[in-house]
């Protein structure tokens, strides 16, 4: 089935500095891809859109600049996290629509866990 | 809006014992998928299985069951003869005909009890 990876999969930072998570479609093209943030023992929020070609759509609530998102390729879309505070400490996951189809299933990174010191 | 609320935080069970985990969700549209999600203690979330709003089949899958009800809004999914390996958070989730994102409910923890 289609893949999904991110790196890293583990990162610790001191606050003030930026953190780039990848996400990588491994064996199909992604022309959009998802960016969610999950906090210990809470659901799912989706943060982001994220469209090859184009500016990303933010959810409310969340910061553009804050939050910096490039799809650089079909293949792969990158979440920055730009200075960095304790409170941004979550477990951020990227989805990408297998098959091409719009409404195909959502496959799933392993997920990066952030910790901002 | 799109709504999908999961009552049961946390359920513990012996194994061997069937368990149900309930699903509602609120949507104003008529064409949508849901889903079911696990995800185990190392995060990563793993696909079970994804229904459009057309098809209220019920479906097995070896000891999965999901039974869709559109008169009740609910996508409720059981595991009978539960095992120690189903012991994970479980998500429900929709998705708007049209859109890929998908709109999670909180999550039901569950235990299983060797």
């Known amino acids: 089935g289609a893949v999904v990876s991110q790196h890293p999969s ?12 990848e996400c990588r479609s491994l064996d199909f093209q992604a022309t959009t891809m998802f960016w969610y943030r999950q906090f210990p023992k809470q659901s799912l929020m989706l943060m982001a859109t994220s469209n090859e070609g184009s500016k990303a759509t ?6 553009k600049d804050k939050f910096l998102i490039n799809h650089a390729s079909l293949t792969l879309s990158t979440l920055t996290v730009t200075s960095a505070h304790p409170e941004d400490s979550s477990f951020y996951i990227c989805s990408a629509p297998g098959l091409g189809s719009i409404t195909d299933t959502q496959y799933f990174g392993p997920g990066t866990r952030l910790t901002v010191l | 809006a799109q709504k999908v609320t999961q009552a049961q935080t946390e359920i513990s069970v012996v194994e061997k014992e069937d368990v149900t985990l309930d699903c509602v969700y609120e949507t104003r549209d008529t064409t949508y ?3 079911w999600y696990k995800q185990p203690p190392s995060g990563e979330l793993v696909f079970l299985i994804r229904r459009n709003s057309f098809d209220e089949q019920n479906e097995i899958s070896g000891r999965y069951s999901w039974n869709f009800q ?12 539960s095992q120690v390996v189903d012991s994970a958070v479980y998500f429900c989730a929709l998705s708007p005909d ?3 994102n998908l709109f999670f409910g909180t999550g039901t923890r569950l235990t299983v009890i060797p």
Do not use: D, H, M, P
Not at chain 1, 10 to 16: E, M, Q
Not at chain 1, 58 to 63: A, N, S
């Open chain 1, 10 to 21: 583990r990162v610790i930072c001191k606050s003030g500095t930026s953190v780039k998570i």
């Open chain 1, 58 to 63: 933010y959810e409310q609530g969340v910061e």
């Open chain 2, 33 to 35: 998928y849901l889903f």
């Open chain 2, 70 to 81: 559109k008169s009740t809004s609910s996508f409720n999914f059981t595991i009978t003869a």
């Open chain 2, 98 to 100: 049209g859109a890929n």
